[in-house]
């Protein structure tokens, strides 16, 4: 197996702090800065739980500037994992800091949203994906398995969210962004889905449930939150469901044309606060997400 390569916390500090800090774009039309800052909310997420599961610490040790002030996350820490899946989810960070400086780049952004990534907050994901507790209660932090199925819930949900986002952008910059970062968080949401479908048939432990049917439940689970009809497919599906109405095995999910699915904002922050609606914060984000859009519906919620 080829040697992982790793950088020390100093050196990879010093490294993201000699990187352009530009994005050299031209000036987003406004009508599209509220649409790019949004998935500033997912991209923290994703870089805190990846950094914190693979190295044992944040954003704030290696590229405190992009949180711009925000509060650190609660209860992340390091998963216990091989070597390789450590070095898969060490690269995803360091992607998800680039998305961030890419995003930050381009438009001011605000800072990063209070973060729940205990696994107790992981461990309510699952409970309401099966309707009842489980026990012991899930630990995303436990062991590789585990991770890649606590992995799945996050990217995919970012995913759908550029997708949707693409067609109101009205500035060149803005779609050449979002397809840029559409690209590379599909990549990590194919390679966690390729992952954990080499193992569709294991049986999660202590639960004796299958990968497959995690996945199925999570699947389910966002659907019901997000209110907006199928958008989201486990890795076993029924054949009418699968490529071209022929595959069980459903390694991408897509639509009956194998098209990405499209998710709003508002669909997003309810499932991400993990109680279907986007008034209400919760889940992974106890004080609400940032930005205007994410603001808006919770200052709608105090109108009521």
Known sequence: MASHISLTTASLALFLVLLPTSYASPSVPESDIDLVEFPLNLEFLEAEFFLWGSQGYGLDTVAANLS??????????????DPFIRDVIYQFALQEIGHL???????KGFPRPLLNLSAA?????????FGKPLKPPFDPYANGLNFLLASYVIP???????????????????????AGLLGVESGQDAVIRALLYSKAAVKVRPYGITVADFTYRISNLRNNLGKSGLKDEGLVVPPVRGAEGKSRGNVLAGDQFSLSYARKPEEILRIVYGGGSERNPGGFYPQGANGRIARSFLQKSKAF
Do not use: E
């Open 68 to 81: 711009k002030g925000g509060p650190p996350p609660v209860g992340a820490r390091k998963a216990i994992l």
């Open 101 to 107: 400086r890419a995003i930050q780049s381009t438009v």
């Open 121 to 129: 907050s992981f461990a309510d994901v699952m409970n309401s994906a």
């Open 156 to 178: 995919y949900v970012g995913l759908t969210g550029y997708v949707g986002t693409n067609p109101k952008l009205q500035g060149a910059a803005s779609k050449r962004l979002v």
